[in-house]
């Protein structure tokens, strides 16, 4: 080492430091110490980099809705609109509701996941900008009554019900805190109009409050597997269509039309006008939720001939070749019983039946007599609900025992004085048609691998096969001429009746019916077409009975579903088949027609085809039974103009 320089001198001063090799080693494993740690932080920056963006990703970008075993310590159950806010947390779990599907699998009825929104605002930073928030991604959110209540509130407020899952998501990333989703459903109908009445519809809580939705809501709740009933949506839309026509068109205020299968009960149609969206259920006035087809007591009028003509002619006490005097006028005290259009002669049976005699009609009835009248209508099951599963069945209205006189006897024998639904008749006549057996009506679907619903013999089959032959003269030569429908053997009765207002008859307001089954040569569907209070025009002369107005709806009825059904015209074998039901509108005394041999309902229990069991048989109603069915369905019924349920 040098010194340091004199005074003056330019040359700095030189040190010379000797370094040993323990020195070096020290400093190159501080070097490498040093790159390792440099490593080592980079490595953890990558790390903790990656992390950040997967939570930044999975927090802002694309949050995920919490699973439900996450909510479940949270989520208090959803109180109801009358419970308080301030619900104590309780865990639960959901259980979606079924689906209901028609006969076809189509959906009727389906249940979409949603949510409710609630939330704690103790957690929360601040309310009144968590409720603007929150109005951004709810517009139909009221912003200052959440606010406020948010505010009020110490513990849980409910603030939207039905959240989508799209909200959901949006909600979830504004990062509101003390916001929570309870999981939940809403219930859709996909078709909206079609079959609303049948379908009923459910409330606030997802429990069904009328329709299928209500007769088989436990089901519902506690079944996944889907509900299938029997309604045929392409029938059903059908049956609409053309009811919504023919009552703009005779600006009726009402309608009904039902399609059932004559070997099972089922219901393949069931239409009432007018209705509503059965997703607006809660909306929909009660004169729009009114089912005529099984709620409204009607006078079924000239229908209930078939009845009169069948019991006659099964009881024999009546023959086809019997004539009845439809030239006198009938006089009940200050009511007097005429023809529409008479022809004011003799008539024979089948002729009662093509020129809907209500003279001819009254002279039957009084052969068979009030007591096995009443015998053969509570077999038929006239006196009691019709036994479907929709809960809005309705009771018919009958005249008490006492009363069922001999006028008793005669109006009821053409439709007059007895008030039942559109069902009861639907059933009434496919029972006369398809062999005598009374069936249970349901709108559950059958299954086809299943043998056939057992039902009870009420006639005898040969009963039973004259009455098709006579059902399918009035489409070929009576009133039901605009049913017809080549191929299809359309057999049928019209029926129409005055309706009762707060004073009587009311002139002019009808109810106008058809009642028919096709093809009659071998019976599988029966098909009612109704109207309320149709108006005449100019087509139909300003008619406008049940012939004029809604006959040629039926026609239209059948002539579209029956392809949808599987049937086809039968052109080829039609004079064969026609021959087969030929049946004269005179016949001789020698004709060949079977006479009556004793009714199933006169003979011994043993000789019906299925167990008494299947179907309840009272053998004589009581008079305190009568009363107190007509004083119940006089309380059920809403009111003479929608029920129509009267009594002379």
Not at 185 to 207: C, I, M, N, S, T
Not at 480 to 499: N, R
Not at 501 to 529: D, E, I, L, Q, T
């Amino acid at each position: 080492m040098r010194g340091a320089p004199e005074a003056g001198a330019a040359m700095p001063r030189m040190e010379t430091v000797r370094i040993t090799a323990p020195d070096l080693a020290r400093r190159a494993a501080l070097d490498r110490t040093r790159s390792r740690l440099v490593f080592a932080a980079g490595g953890f920056f990558l790390l903790f980099g990656a992390v950040a963006a997967k939570l930044t990703a999975a927090t802002v970008l694309y949050p995920m809705a919490p699973s439900k075993a996450e909510m479940k310590p949270l989520v208090p159950p959803d109180p109801g609109p009358d419970t308080p806010d301030t619900a104590p947390l309780m865990a639960g779990v959901h259980t979606p509701r079924a689906t209901i599907l028609d006969r076809n699998g189509e959906i009727l009825a389906i249940s979409l996941p949603t949510a409710a929104l609630f939330a704690n605002p103790r957690e929360m930073i601040d309310t009144a900008e968590a409720a603007h928030k929150l109005k951004q991604v709810l517009p139909r959110l009221n912003e200052k009554e959440a606010a406020a209540r948010l505010a009020s509130a110490k513990q849980f407020v409910y603030l939207e019900r039905q959240i989508t899952p799209d909200e959901e998501e949006k909600i979830n990333a504004l990062g509101i805190p003390g916001v929570y989703f309870q999981p939940g459903e809403k219930r859709h109908y996909p078709l909206g109009r079609v079959a609303a009445q049948v379908l009923g519809g459910v409330d606030v809580d997802d429990h069904g409050v009328a329709g299928a939705e209500r007769a088989f809501d436990h089901r519902l709740q506690t079944e996944s597997e889907p509900l299938r009933l029997s309604i045929d949506v392409r029938v059903q839309g059908v049956m609409r269509d053309e009811l919504e026509k023919s009552k703009e068109e005779f600006q009726a205020i009402g309608a009904c039309g039902i399609v059932m299968d004559v070997r099972t009960g089922e219901v393949i149609a069931m239409v009432s006008l007018p209705d509503y969206d059965a997703n607006h259920f809660g909306d929909a006035p009660p004169e729009d939720r009114f089912n005529r087809a099984v709620t409204g007591m009607f006078e079924p009028g000239s229908t209930f001939k078939l009845q009169t003509a069948a019991m006659a002619l099964d009881f024999g006490s009546a023959h086809i070749w019997d004539t009845f005097d439809a030239a006198h006028n009938i006089r009940i005290g200050r009511f007097t019983i005429t023809d529409y259009k008479g022809k004011g002669r003799m008539l024979y049976l089948p002729e009662v039946l093509a020129y809907s005699s209500n003279l001819g009609a009254a002279h039957i009835a009084l052969g068979v007599g009030p007591t096995r009248q009443q015998l053969w209508l509570s077999a038929m099951g006239m006196f009691k609900k019709v036994g479907i599963e929709l809960p809005e069945a309705g009771w018919p209205i009958v005249p008490s025992h006492a009363n069922w006189k001999e006028a008793t006897t005669m109006t009821v024998g053409f439709g007059h004085g007895i008030a039942v639904s559109p069902l009861h008749v639907v059933r009434g006549t496919a029972a006369v048609a398809n062999g005598g057996i009374v069936l249970q009506p349901t709108i559950l679907a059958h299954d086809p691998n299943d043998p056939l619903p057992e039902g009870r013999r009420i006639m005898n089959q040969s009963t039973s096969d004259t009455i098709r032959k006579l059902m399918r003269l009035v489409v070929t030569d009576g009133y039901g001429k605009p049913a017809d429908i080549e191929g299809y053997f359309v057999g049928g009765k019209t029926g129409t009746a005055e309706k009762v207002g707060a004073h009587g008859y009311k002139k002019h307001a009808n109810v106008s019916a058809f009642m028919s089954v096709f093809p009659m040569n071998a019976p599988r569907y029966a098909v009612y077409f109704m109207l309320d209070e149709p108006v005449g025009n100019k087509e139909t002369g300003g008619y406008s009975t049940a012939g004029a107005v809604s006959a040629p709806g039926a026609g239209r009825v059948i002539a579209r579903i029956a392809p949808m059904l599987g049937l086809f015209p039968q052109i080829q074998d039609e004079r064969t088949i026609q021959a087969s039901l030929d049946i004269p509108l005179e016949p001789g005394r020698g004709s060949g027609e079977p006479t009556g041999t004793g009714s199933p309902l006169e003979q011994p229990a043993t000789q019906t085809i299925a167990p008494a069991a299947t179907i309840s048989l009272p053998v004589r109603p009581s008079h305190r039974d009568l009363m107190a069915l007509r004083h119940e369905a006089a309380l059920r019924v809403p009111s003479p103009d929608e029920a129509n349920a009267v009594t002379r």
